[in-house]
């Protein structure tokens, strides 16, 4: 991925999807620990690891927060908007994540890290279709609702907030992401029912699966 358009992407989204300082901090934290993750190929590219891992212990202290509730829902926000999946730890283990980028381009890959060992998951940038199974998709023109993180001459991408990455050819899986978004009249009705923050997601989340049963029984 690149550190640069998604940082701009992210908030170029917020501009149309405003939220509070934890939920950007969150966000902004785990791409720094998604790029601090990168491994070098075989072929001697840096490559960003689809997942990694992050402690609870440093979640606490970057965000001020000793709560762990209060950690899990600003986790849940970030996994409710679509920009994250999470799997818990076990054992003691760190909990997985992994960033959904908004640089749709991007395809997975697998790769040998440099120097041997098994294979790592890891996003495959635009331009290096020649090392992926099916080549990298073209770029293609921004979709309706889209935005546009073209903040400067360097980074023309789009933000596809609708559907989740999977391989080429691979069938749907229920990522969180595929839940239906919320018009902001909906919105606006849960956030008058609904004044404590832990309440309104659960409010958003449960209608979004409504939404997404209703669709399906069509």
Do not use: C
Request: net charge negative; hydrophobic share 35%.
């Amino acid at each position: 991925m690149n550190y640069l358009t998604e940082h701009l992407s992210f908030y170029a989204w917020l501009k149309k999807n405003p939220r509070g300082t934890p939920f950007q901090s969150f966000w902004n934290y785990l791409l720094t620990r998604n790029n601090a993750a990168a491994i070098r190929g075989e072929d001697g590219v840096m490559y960003w690891p689809v997942w990694f891992e992050v402690d609870n212990s440093d979640l606490r202290r970057i965000l001020d927060e000793q709560d762990a509730k209060r950690i899990w829902e600003h986790r849940r926000r970030l996994i409710a908007a679509g920009l994250i999946e999470y799997t818990p730890g076990s054992g003691g283990k760190s909990g997985g994540y992994a960033l959904v980028p908004f640089d749709r381009a991007q395809t997975r890959l697998q790769v040998i890290p440099q120097g041997g060992g098994e294979a790592v998951t890891v996003w495959n940038p635009p331009g290096n279709s020649s090392r992926t199974a099916g080549g990298a998709p073209l770029e293609g023109p921004a979709e309706q609702y889209a935005v546009s993180s073209d903040l400067n001459s360097l980074n023309t991408k789009y933000i596809n907030i609708k559907e989740p990455y999977r391989y080429e050819g691979e069938p749907p899986v229920p990522y969180f992401n595929q839940l239906p978004m919320l018009t902001s009249e909906e919105m606006e009705h849960l956030s008058a029912i609904h004044k404590d923050d832990a309440a309104l997601v659960e409010a958003i989340w449960a209608m979004k699966e409504q939404k997404k049963q209703e669709e399906e029984s069509r």
